[in-house]
């Protein structure tokens, strides 16, 4: 499947158009009386994208009661932690009519639950929404969202570690994470890749190496932006500073 590039100047800008077209996609789909499930992410450009949408204006014409919120990975500390990746997503989640219940937020150190636990409760709690065909064990993703390492890291999958290559669950526990903290939860391949549409975002001159290894198709065990891939479209949001030294005939635009 062919990888398409929305390229913009300024991080500013691309999150805004990663916060718009989010908006759009879900408006879109709860207006048809659709059930929507989209995984957010964390990281810097995640939680700015979240902050835009809190203020975007299309957000109170959506139906948000149809809307369930998931996350692709989480740091497995306690729930008031700054550095979760669900606590800064209240500057979207406050701002919005959604029911608690459609929020599903990965277990937290303070839980009671051990580590391999939190993994199994939120196994659990994404085959609750599974399709009725049984064609997957969890729900699928109208959008996933991820954000990109500069090592070609998505969710808490990291280059070179088994978590990349397991295909027999949905949710793993992260030891020893390469980046702080070192525990943590995440979605695996499989899951990621039964959404209809994952979106890549990637900003600044140090994810630059990242973008071409993954546009160009490297080993998503080495690279996994690189096996990231929805069913309907694999978009690549980046910003001039992440595409300046990409080779232009990986840049295929994006008409959606």
């Known amino acids: 499947m062919t990888r398409r590039v929305v390229l913009r100047e300024t991080t500013a800008e691309l999150a805004d158009v990663v916060a718009s077209r989010l908006l759009a996609r879900i408006a ?3 207006a048809a009386g659709k059930t929507v499930h989209v995984s957010l992410t964390g990281g810097t450009m995640g939680i700015e994208v979240l902050r835009v949408a809190g203020r975007d204006p299309q957000r109170a014409a959506i139906d948000w ?21 669900d606590v800064p997503a209240g500057a979207l989640l406050n701002a919005i009519d959604i029911p608690d219940a459609n929020i599903h937020r990965m277990p937290a150190s303070d839980a009671g639950l051990t580590l391999d636990e939190g993994a199994e409760a939120y196994a659990a709690e994404l085959r609750r929404f599974a399709p009725a065909d049984g064609s997957t064990e969890w729900p699928v993703f109208d959008v996933c969202l991820l954000g990109v390492g500069p090592d070609g890291h998505i969710a808490s999958l990291f280059p070179d570690r088994g978590e990349i290559a397991v295909t027999d669950a949905a949710v793993l526990p992260v030891r020893d994470s390469p980046k702080p903290p070192p525990e943590r939860l995440t979605f695996t391949r499989p899951v990621i ?8 975002v990637m900003t600044g001159a140090e994810k630059a190496s990242a973008l071409g290894l993954a546009l160009a198709g490297a080993s998503y ?8 891939k929805g069913t309907k479209r694999t978009t690549f949001f980046v910003d001039e500073a992440a595409a300046a030294q990409v080779p232009p ?3 295929v635009g994006d008409d959606d």
């Open 28 to 30: 879109k789909r709860t």
């Open 193 to 200: 890749n039964s959404s209809k549409r994952v979106w890549l």
């Open 65 to 85: 009661s149809r809307v369930h919120v998931w996350w692709s990975d989480e740091r497995f500390v306690a729930a008031s932690s700054p550095d979760r990746n």
């Open 249 to 251: 005939e990986l840049m």
């Open 221 to 228: 065990r080495s690279v996994p932006a690189a096996g990231a």
